[in-house]
């Protein structure tokens, strides 16, 4: 006898007094309390009452309303609460209407009583996994449960969730290296319809390219030395649910070629195989590098990034929200307890003013890391700066951009390019788009002016 069917209450309506005794009977005795009705009117009247039964077992002929006129009636008034259904006239339109009006299973006179306590187990314990979906689903319906910060940049990122979660459309990540592209990836996942099928995750950077093919598409049995079975591939074990590529910048000419095809027709054969294999998957891409940069280079295929950069999200440094920078604190310390039973480190207003004037050139991975040697240095107590490995930044905004740029590899005429497509919108904006005034502000006449500009148009 379990707590779960210690709580559970069945009706149980048939006008035959002898089944209606026999089965009170067992699942008295398997732990439910049951109650039993002996015709149609009698099974509408309790049904209606203040506290709604668990499961109701009725016998399609009854004295009266024949058990599908009350289900239908039940269904009409709006209540949901389970039916199964008893015949012993089963025929194939009988259980057609009554799972179309809303049975949930039936089963045939004579039946076995162990038929029948099979089919009430199966049901409770598919509401069992169904309210723990329901709980998962609701932990993970609020971004802001996984991705922590309330700055305008991120509460942006929040909308584009809403928006691109519910679609099957592929999704390109961009942002420096530690920013959280991967738990972005993660939410837009469990968002989506195809959370309950898995989340595949695979690092470009990690794999050389002799092992990246094969573990993308997977290898039959003798494709290679060492192949010495047949193996999946990370796209058909993602099969109707998601896979993630990170560091897709990093993969040659040739894998972009054969990842092309995938998204194209959504099929690809196996190294060393001839059979076509067809995938129901919905694709994640992230990078820290420019790809429309790799593009003009040509060392990265240019019909791929229009196929990834359907919807682009950009995941912004953290230097980009430094108003964050006090929440993500929090929750790492809650997260780096010096030990399980020990209360939050707390950090002083000198050790929180080092970390807001940070640039933090790691972003939120590197904050992440800080925090945790700092309260493990402060044994949990207060962290204060001499806890911290930071270097405190004398440097100006102009300076921390330009380093941000050096690390995803921008070219010195790419920087003196941005810099001065800045000055002329904000000379245009510091004199109220007059042509001539801005012109003059910036040493240029206005021939001149006007002709960068048509540049950057």
């Known amino acids: ?233 990370r796209f058909e074990l993602a099969h109707k649910g998601t896979i993630f590529l990170d560091e897709i910048g990093e993969m040659t000419l040739a894998t972009q070629k054969k990842l092309l095809r995938i998204l194209q027709e959504r099929e690809f054969e196996r190294v060393g195989g001839t059979t076509t294999v067809r995938v129901d998957v919905r694709v994640i891409a992230a990078t820290n590098r420019d790809l429309e940069a790799e593009v003009r280079a040509g060392t990265f295929r240019e019909d791929l990034y229009y196929r990834l950069n359907v919807i682009t999200l950009y995941l912004p440094a953290l230097r980009q929200r430094t108003g964050d920078i006090p929440l993500l604190a929090e929750f790492f310390l809650d997260k780096y307890r010096y030990s399980p039973s020990s209360p939050p480190a707390r950090i002083s207003e000198e050790a929180m003013e080092r970390l807001n004037n940070y640039d933090w050139p790691g972003n939120v991975r590197q904050l992440e890391h800080e925090i945790e040697r700092a309260v493990i240095l402060s044994r949990g107590n207060v962290i204060t700066s001499e806890h911290m490995s930071l270097v405190p930044s004398s440097r100006s905004a102009l300076q921390v951009d330009i380093a941000a740029r050096l690390r995803e590899q921008s070219t010195l005429d790419e920087l003196l390019a941005d810099v001065e497509r800045l000055a002329l919108q904000e000379a245009l904006v510091q004199h109220d788009d007059d042509l001539k005034a801005a012109a003059r502000s910036l040493g240029l006449s206005e021939a001149e002016f006007q002709k960068r500009q048509k540049k950057y148009s």
């Open 1 to 233: 006898m379990t707590k779960a069917s210690e709580q559970r209450h069945i009706l149980i309506a048939d006008d035959d007094p002898g089944i209606r005794g026999l089965l009170c009977e067992v699942f008295d005795e398997e732990g439910y309390l049951t109650e039993p009705a002996e015709h149609g009117g009698e099974v509408l009247a309790k049904m209606t009452k203040k506290h709604p039964y668990d499961l109701l077992i009725m016998d399609v002929r009854m004295p009266g309303q024949d058990g599908l006129t009350v289900l239908e009636q039940l269904r009409k008034n709006g209540i949901t609460t389970p039916v199964i259904m008893m015949t012993a006239h089963g025929t194939s339109s009988t259980a057609i209407r009554a799972i179309q009006i809303g049975a949930y299973d039936y089963v045939i006179k004579p039946f076995d009583v162990e038929e029948v306590t099979l089919v009430v187990k199966r049901l409770f314990d598919h509401q069992q996994l169904a309210s723990k979906v329901r709980e998962l689903e609701a932990k993970s319906f609020d971004p802001r449960d996984k991705m922590i910060g309330n700055s305008p940049a991120m509460q942006e990122i929040y909308k584009q969730i809403g928006r691109v979660a519910h679609t099957d459309a592929t999704v390109l990540i961009t942002g420096e290296t530690g920013t959280g592209k991967e738990v972005l990836a993660n939410l837009i996942h469990v968002n989506s319809a195809r959370r309950n099928g898995p989340l595949i995750k695979v690092n470009c950077a990690a794999l050389p390219e002799s092992l990246l093919e094969s573990e993308l598409f997977g290898h039959e049995k003798g494709a290679f030395t060492g192949a010495m079975a047949q193996r999946k591939g």
